[in-house]
């Protein structure tokens, strides 16, 4: 069997390496000639660790991962801890820790496991057929490609989507802007096994360890879609929404590279009902795109590739007929994920003020039970326990 992936990301990738795994052969046609990741860095939980485990990496990712063994909540004026525990007994109840990593380390990662040689870069895909017995995909370049199934991991810009759904999606924009880069690991800012978050006035400010000595740092901020900013402003603009904010965060903030930061509008899109068409399966942001409030979106995409690798190795009903089971295990999980986000977006961002100062105060009375309950239930829920 033969399948045509399309999209290098970590969608793209994982699904390769695990169909490769199940002895299904591929072929993966990325439409840039080098991939540049957007966004520094990403939390990798239990769930998407596990699917990186079954997928050969265990030991490259543990080099990749920072030592994230505390989760605090600070003040954002004074400083003040609201709330700081380990996050060894999720570890201890799921198994398995999450990992932090840098993006560029963990695209090497995938692309070193895959072959970077087996990838066909600058090869955008514009139109897919289905056949009885088989798929086309159609590039900008005129060339075609055949196999026994397509996967398409084209990103939520995905030019497939809408084929394989039968309608035109729209990316809802979830009200903020969120800023994020790498630093050097400076203990004046934050201990250095510790994701550390100060939260105020509907904003936030986090860092996390990545391998390397560095911090991975985002920053999230209420706003209007489409201002006139970019790196050239990045720094005084955060000097201007932060102003007020507790020394570290001016530490971070003057400690930045606005040259390397990065400046995204945080968009999800409404989750969908169907992820396949006969041959043509979405797979990651193609098929489910979220706001990154729960750090799940990877994730997912690396479930997606473990769940659609072992449909089609452990079912031998014909392609269409795996497929359409892929869909029905990964439908209500993606969407449930996407909903989720939304809604600890909604409150981490002020989406209602009375709600997020409720959080808040919250944050002084948690213990770290229930804030672990939460993100247990939902690595749990993933295809590997
Ligand atoms: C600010 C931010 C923070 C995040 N943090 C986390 C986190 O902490 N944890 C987590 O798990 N997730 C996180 N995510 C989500 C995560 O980045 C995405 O879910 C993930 O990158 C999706 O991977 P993908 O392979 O599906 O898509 P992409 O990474 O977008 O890859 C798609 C690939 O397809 C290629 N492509 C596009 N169109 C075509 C075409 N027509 N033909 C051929 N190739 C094409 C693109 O060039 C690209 O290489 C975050 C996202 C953001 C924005």
Not at 56 to 68: A, C, D, I, N, T
Not at 168 to 177: D, I, L, P, S
Not at 313 to 328: F, K, P
Not at 365 to 373: K, P, S
Request: charged share 25%; net charge negative.
């Amino acid at each position: 069997m033969k399948a045509i992936v399309i999209g290098g990301g970590i969608g793209g990738l994982s699904a390769a390496i695990a169909l490769r795994q199940c002895g299904i052969e591929t072929d993966v046609y990325e439409a840039v000639k080098q991939i540049k990741p957007v966004g520094a860095a990403i939390s990798i939980w239990p769930n998407g660790v596990k699917c990186l485990n079954w997928l050969g990496m265990k030991e490259p990712l543990r080099k990749l991962g920072g030592p994230m063994e505390y989760m605090s909540y600070r003040d954002f004026r004074h400083n003040q801890t609201m709330t700081r525990f380990s996050l060894d007994p999720l570890v201890q109840s799921v198994g398995e820790r999450p990992w932090p990593v840098a993006r560029a380390g963990l695209q090497e990662m995938l692309l070193t496991a895959y072959g970077h040689e087996a990838v066909q870069f600058g090869k955008r895909v514009v139109s897919v057929e289905s056949f009885a017995d088989g798929v086309r995909a159609t590039f900008e370049d005129g060339h075609t490609a055949e196999a026994d199934l397509l996967v398409a991991a084209d990103g939520t810009h995905s030019a497939i989507r809408s084929w394989v759904i039968g309608y035109q999606t729209e990316r809802r924009y979830a009200g903020y802007v969120n800023w994020n880069g790498l630093v050097t690991i400076d203990e004046d800012l934050a201990p250095a096994n510790q994701w550390t978050t100060w939260v105020g006035e509907g904003k936030r400010v986090s860092l996390m360890p990545v391998a390397g000595n560095r911090f991975y740092f985002f920053f999230d901020v209420p706003l209007p879609k489409g201002l006139n900013e970019d790196r050239t402003t990045a720094r005084s603009d955060l000097q201007r929404y932060f102003s007020g904010w507790a020394d570290p965060v001016q530490k971070l903030i003057a400690q930045i590279d606005p040259q390397t930061t990065n400046r995204i509008e945080i968009h999800d899109i409404e989750p969908l009902e169907t992820l396949v068409r006969g041959r043509v399966a979405l797979l990651g942001d193609a098929g489910h795109s979220t706001t990154p409030d729960i750090g799940q979106g990877g994730c997912a995409a690396m479930e997606d590739a473990v769940v659609l690798a072992m449909t089609l190795q452990t079912h031998s009903l014909g392609i269409e007929d795996a497929l359409l089971r892929y869909q029905e295990k990964r439908a209500w999980r993606v969407k449930d994920l996407v909903l989720k986000a939304r809604k600890r977006c909604d409150v981490t961002h002020g989406k209602d003020m009375q709600e997020t100062k409720a959080w808040y105060a919250d944050l002084y009375h948690e213990t770290g039970d229930r804030i672990l309950a939460g993100m247990r239930e939902t690595i749990v829920g993933g295809p590997l326990g």
